[in-house]
């Protein structure tokens, strides 16, 4: 089944606890993509990445670190969490045409809170 | 960058109505797409449409790139349609997706 598969689920952690939140995906997409979920404040693009080895700052990078050593994951590192950092975080991925991607396919979402 | 603001915020329809879900982008955009998230929290695309016209069951989507804006058609709606509607646009090569604030939509039996 094509889909996109993030761990953990749900997360409470505590400020300053490194976590990596993976994000995998089996239908040989380019295109990678995080975004956080907040109340009023819609989704919001974290960093994105259209190859292996190629990524690139969202709208809301700070505090979060991305790497792409493989095609098929894409995850999410937080050095230092803090409590702005609570929020619902989804993966998404992308076929990429060279100009754009494709049509995007989220995974179900990652609800971590920071206390 | 690119805006995106979607209308009208909330809606509540009665089972069986119709409804048009509207995205205005402010500028030329070069990737469109419509989703649905459920009130589980579930984001599902629905359509792919940065020009033209689309069709899948009840629902429908319009894009006009050079009037910047995009349509969501709901048709005979059920209540498995609530949830909120995102829609998300794209221009220039590379840059970021945006996505609007949504449509919260509530279908009554």
């Known amino acids: 089944e094509a889909q996109v598969t993030q761990n953990p689920r749900y997360l409470i952690t505590v400020t300053g606890k490194k976590l990596t939140v993976t994000c995998s995906q089996n239908m040989n997409h380019e295109y990678m993509s995080w975004y956080r979920q907040d109340p009023g404040l819609g989704l919001r693009q974290i960093y994105y990445s259209m190859n292996v080895e190629v990524t690139d700052k969202g709208d809301v990078p700070e505090g979060y670190k991305v790497s792409r050593k493989e095609k098929r994951n894409f995850p999410l590192i937080l050095e230092s969490p803090s409590p702005n950092q609570t929020s619902l975080y989804f993966c998404a991925s992308s076929l990429f045409s060279g100009r754009a991607p494709g049509e995007l396919f989220f995974g179900e979402g990652s609800r971590l809170t920071v206390l | 960058g690119i805006q995106v603001e979607q209308s009208p915020p909330d809606l509540i329809l009665q089972e069986g109505a119709n409804s048009t879900l509207r995205c205005n982008f402010s500028d030329s955009v070069n990737n469109l797409q419509w989703f649905h998230q459920n009130p589980w929290g579930q984001l599902i695309n629905l359509f792919y449409?940065?020009?033209g016209t689309k069709q899948n069951g009840r629902l429908s989507a319009t894009t006009v790139a050079t009037e910047r804006y995009s349509l969501l058609y709901i048709s005979s709606s059920q209540t498995t349609d609530s949830g909120v509607y995102f829609c998300?646009?794209?221009?220039?090569?590379?840059?970021?997706?945006?996505f609007g604030a949504g449509t919260i939509l509530r279908v009554k039996s």
């Open positions: 998300a646009a794209q221009r220039g090569y590379g840059n970021k997706l945006v």
């Open positions: 449409i940065p020009s």
